[in-house]
T-cell receptor, first 114, second 116 residues
Framework: AQSVAQPEDQVNVAEGNPLTVKCTYSVSGNPYLFWYVQYPNRGLQFLLKYITGDNLVKGSYGFEAEFNKSQTSFHLKKPSALVSDSALYFCAVRDDGGYNKLIFGAGTRLAVHP | GAVVSQHPSRVICKSGTSVKIECRSLDFQATTMFWYRQFPKQSLMLMAT?????????EQGVEKDKFLINHASLTLSTLTVTSAHPEDSSFYICSASRDFNSYEQYFGPGTRLTVT
């Protein structure tokens, strides 16, 4: 069965520093991986996805993620964090059962300090 | 493009009453819509998947008679929480998918339900 793990409940970063939010996955076939961001009391906003192709995927708001098949990881990165990046980040993998069902990780809260 | 709306954004109801939440895809036709429930500081829990014109598929442990889902058109799905109780208080989020090969889900802004 597919699963996604986000090992960190919270990540603290100083503004201007690079940030990484970790995600590892377990799938039976080819992984379809996603990152979403959630601001307080809001729905999820799509950041980026990996379906196939280049291992480095660029997304919205300056975020990127690196797909690493050997380590089964899909870490979210940004070269220079902004205070406004503070939010809840979810990694997700597409469920092979169909209908584009997504399996979400537990979420990682990113706190960027001035 | 790919905007999903939810109505209402917040609702407070009394225990024992029913509440309907609407999810609309504003600028695309959604072949599939999903309903999630999110508890404070937790991840999203998929409740059900609905395809236009057919019965919803509920996840294990979700009571289909309590959480009625209707997907009457390609742009509208509704979730009705019947005989609501305080433990049903939660943040309900819907999402929509254009088609099977699009791989993406577009999320609504969520509905905060409080049952008193």
């Amino acid at each position: 069965a597919q699963s996604v793990a986000q090992p960190e409940d919270q990540v603290n970063v100083a503004e201007g520093n690079p940030l990484t939010v970790k995600c590892t996955y377990s799938v039976s076939g080819n992984p379809y991986l996603f990152w979403y961001v959630q601001y307080p009391n809001r729905g999820l906003q799509f950041l980026l996805k990996y379906i196939t192709g280049d291992n480095l995927v660029k997304g919205s708001y300056g975020f990127e993620a690196e797909f690493n098949k050997s380590q089964t990881s899909f870490h979210l990165k940004k070269p220079s964090a902004l205070v406004s990046d503070s939010a809840l980040y979810f990694c997700a993998v597409r469920d092979d059962g169909g209908y584009n069902k997504l399996i979400f990780g537990a979420g990682t809260r990113l706190a960027v300090h001035p | 493009g790919a905007v999903v709306s939810q109505h209402p954004s917040r609702v407070i109801c009394k225990s024992g009453t029913s509440v309907k939440i609407e999810c609309r895809s504003l600028d695309f036709q959604a072949t599939t819509m999903f309903w999630y429930r999110q508890f404070p500081k937790q991840s999203l829990m998929l409740m059900a998947t609905s395809n236009e014109g057919s019965k919803a598929t509920y996840e294990q442990g979700v009571e289909k008679d309590k959480f009625l889902i209707n997907h009457a058109s390609l742009t509208l799905s509704t979730l009705t929480v019947t005989s609501a109780h305080p433990e049903d208080s939660s943040f309900y989020i819907c999402s929509a998918s254009r088609d099977f090969n699009s791989y993406e889900q577009y999320f609504g802004p969520g509905t905060r339900l409080t049952v008193t």
